[in-house]
């Protein structure tokens, strides 16, 4: 197989629990939006906890995905536990590519809205969250069909719930409206309004949100995102004054913009090609099932999964089960 463009991952990843990390977050005090609508403690925040799944997923994505040219994790400062011999990872710190005018920052939005400006970083790569990884062998044509990232097209209203993301979202789907009208963009873009891939449910819902005049959400997956540096740079020079807003808050509160207006952006204006969401699989770490994560581990069921922290976990009975599965799948990782 030869691969026509070279693709980037990215893995944006924080441990909380590190001590120099809370002292830099101590000399900027204020809260995130987890912590202004909850009374859990601040080491509660699954936004900001780390438990140890970022060597999984970078192990599955060289694993499965040997065709990346470059696996860049991003932090602030903060060193991996565990070792590499593999080049291709490489630790990109905030202070190399986000703007000095925004640091320090413990805001994700201000993190991924500036990914584009990673030195080195190619035109096209793929986002992890460091709790998703490849669960079977991927080819670049799964995230990218010449130059158009693939995609699944839903419509979904936005439910905005105190300390969600839908109050963020709010926001993005309205610059959405702004910028790029439904009865404008529409019609042009049928042909990926009900694409068969898409499955029944996504299809239904897309068909019940269509009376609307303007786009009252979109239907989104805690997978990797297939991204554009030039997206990017397009929503930058559309709203630049927003972003920068939002990158100057040190905390994720609800006026912010997040990365997902540049996924929207390309929804809309029909620059991606349709995929399938059966590929995806999401679990839950509040209520996993263990024997169905062990089945699709085992019988690489789903070729993309995510393992998503959650406020209510049991730390010390759960952990330790997901991260032997995962250790059984993967292989031992060499610790410092």
């Known amino acids: ?6 693709i980037d991952a990215v893995i944006t990843w924080v441990d909380g629990n590190d001590e120099a990390w809370l002292q830099k977050k101590s000399e900027f005090p204020g809260f995130s939006q987890w912590e202004l609508y909850h009374s859990d403690t601040e080491i509660n925040d699954p936004r900001f906890r780390d438990f140890g799944l970022l060597k999984y997923t970078i192990d599955s994505i060289l694993k499965y995905a040997p065709w990346i040219r470059n696996v860049f994790v991003v932090t602030m400062q903060q060193k991996l536990n565990f070792e590499y011999s593999d080049p291709r990872v490489k ?29 080195g ?9 460091d709790d998703m990884l ?9 995230f990218f069909v010449g130059d158009l990232p693939k995609d699944v097209f839903g419509f979904k209203p936005v439910v905005p719930v105190y300390g969600s993301i839908g109050s963020i979202d709010i926001n993005n789907v309205a610059i959405i409206n702004k910028h790029f009208p439904k009865h404008r963009y529409l019609h ?22 269509l009376p609307w005049k303007q786009y009252i959400g979109f239907k989104s997956f805690h997978v990797p995102i297939a991204h554009r540096k030039a997206d990017f740079k397009k929503i930058w020079s559309l709203e630049g004054s927003l972003l920068d807003t939002t990158c100057r808050s040190r905390y994720r509160s609800g006026n912010d913009i997040s990365h997902w207006v540049i996924r929207y952006f390309r929804l809309v204006t029909g620059q991606f090609l349709p995929e399938s969401p059966r590929t995806f699989k999401y679990y839950d ?26 406020p209510n976990v049991d730390i010390k009975t759960v952990v330790p089960k997901v991260a032997s599965l995962l250790a059984d799948k993967y292989g031992q990782v060499q610790f410092k």
């Open 285 to 310: 770490l509040a209520n996993i099932e263990f024997q169905d994560l062990q089945q699709d581990l085992l019988n690489e069921t789903h070729s993309l999964i995510c393992i998503n922290d959650a």
């Open 134 to 142: 490849l669960n079977s062998p991927v080819i670049p044509e799964d």
């Open 1 to 6: 197989m030869t691969l026509k463009l070279p």
């Open 188 to 209: 042009a873009n049928l042909k990926n309004l009900f694409n068969i891939h898409y499955g029944f449910s996504t299809i239904l819902q897309t068909i019940l949100c």
């Open 91 to 119: 630790v990109v710190y905030h202070e190399e590519f986000i703007p000095a005018q925004y640091l320090p920052t413990f805001n994700s939005n201000t993190i991924e809205l500036n990914l584009h400006r990673i030195p």
């Open 121 to 129: 970083l190619s035109e096209h790569f793929i986002l992890f969250n």
